[in-house]
């Protein structure tokens, strides 16, 4: 490695690449929730809160995802059952 | 971030061109835009006056002294912040339409209320942004707003058309890899790139004196508004100022 190369991989080093790296990552992380509709985080509570009622599960045994694309929205409900299932009377 | 001298800039830059046009400040409380203009001792009338019938708008509307086609609308100093009131403005905006080219709107920072006003009717948005992970992040926060809380997005029309301009640029910084590229800037917010000013002293030299920086026409951010404002109205100009000013005779050696 020659001199010149020295100086150049330390200049690559610089913080403005950190800080674009740090960015693309939140923009990307914005903007995929910057779609989503409001309700998702009540909605997802209230789901868990009627699963509940039957089965004992974990407060994050319910993921609620939203995506879109250019023809459709999907709305993605993920439920966690506990391996032996212990339905609550009723 | 610029917004202020930027408005007042642009604003210039078209009337100078011959458009007729009005800058408004929507900055209300913190009015700053006739100082930038030097108008700040013209002011009688604003903006809120207006929209309550307490003046009509060519009452408040102040014309530039040195240029007969720009007129500043101020913003009140009054505390209360939802004095802007939505359809207040669009009826003003509506009425400086009849007899304007262009409406520059300078936004307040943020993304309150006077904000969302700012941008509510526009056609054309430009985001000022710096080489800075903060602006930058605060400028894609305020992109999602344009696509989603404008007028033309309740209604469902053509999306409002988004410019970037980035400012306090220091092109020697870049080289050393400690400020943000212009091509990081505009990969990151993917936008089309209206134009890049550099950090310049005849900046604070020209708010100093209530000068908008574009009538300093030695300057490097004044050459380069005039280059954003003849881009926006569809002139295809290249990129100056990017580069370090002057290569030494050390840097040259380095083959930098």
Redesign the interface.
């Known amino acids: 490695m020659g001199l ?1 190369d020295l ?1 150049r991989s330390h ?7 950190i ?2 790296e ?3 990552i ?2 990307a992380h ?2 995929a929730t ?2 989503q509709p409001s309700y998702l985080p009540r909605l997802q509570q209230e789901i868990l809160e009627v699963i509940r009622k039957y089965v004992d599960v974990d407060m994050n045994a319910v993921s609620v995802n939203y995506e879109q694309d250019e023809t459709r929205e999907v709305l993605e409900l993920n439920i966690v059952l506990p391996e032996a299932t212990t339905t609550k009377g009723g | 971030m610029g917004k202020t001298t930027t408005s007042a800039a642009l604003a210039m830059g078209l009337a100078q061109r011959g458009h007729r046009t009005a800058v408004i400040d929507f900055d209300v409380g913190l009015r700053n835009l006739d100082l930038i203009m030097g108008c700040e001792r013209r002011v009688v009338y604003d903006f809120v006056n207006v929209i309550n019938g307490e003046a009509n708008i060519n009452q408040a509307l102040i014309r530039d002294k040195r240029c007969d086609a720009l007129y500043v609308l101020p913003a009140s100093q009054t505390r209360d912040k939802d004095a802007l009131t939505k359809d207040g403005v669009g009826r003003v905006l509506e009425e400086l339409s009849k007899t304007f080219d262009y409406i520059v709107c300078d936004s307040p920072a943020g993304i309150e209320h006077g904000a969302h006003m700012a941008m509510y009717y526009a056609d054309d948005a430009v985001v000022v942004t710096n080489p800075e992970v903060s602006s930058v992040r605060d400028s894609d926060r305020m992109l999602g707003i344009l696509s989603s809380k404008s007028r033309r997005a309740e209604r469902n029309e053509a999306p409002i058309r988004e410019y970037l301009l980035l400012t306090r640029y220091a092109p020697e910084r870049v080289a050393k890899g400690e400020m943000l590229s212009v091509n990081d800037v505009r990969e990151i917010l993917s936008l089309d790139l209206l134009g890049v000013i550099p950090e310049s002293k005849a900046v604070l030299n020209a708010s100093n004196s209530g000068v908008p920086v574009i009538l300093d026409t030695e300057s490097d951010a004044g050459q380069a508004y005039h280059d954003a404002v003849g881009r926006y109205l569809g002139e295809d100009l290249p990129h100056r100022f990017l580069e370090i000013k002057k290569k030494g005779f050390f840097s040259r050696l380095m083959g930098g």
């Open positions: 010149l100086f200049r690559q080093r610089g913080t403005a690449s800080a674009k740090r960015l693309q939140l923009v914005d903007r910057r779609n």
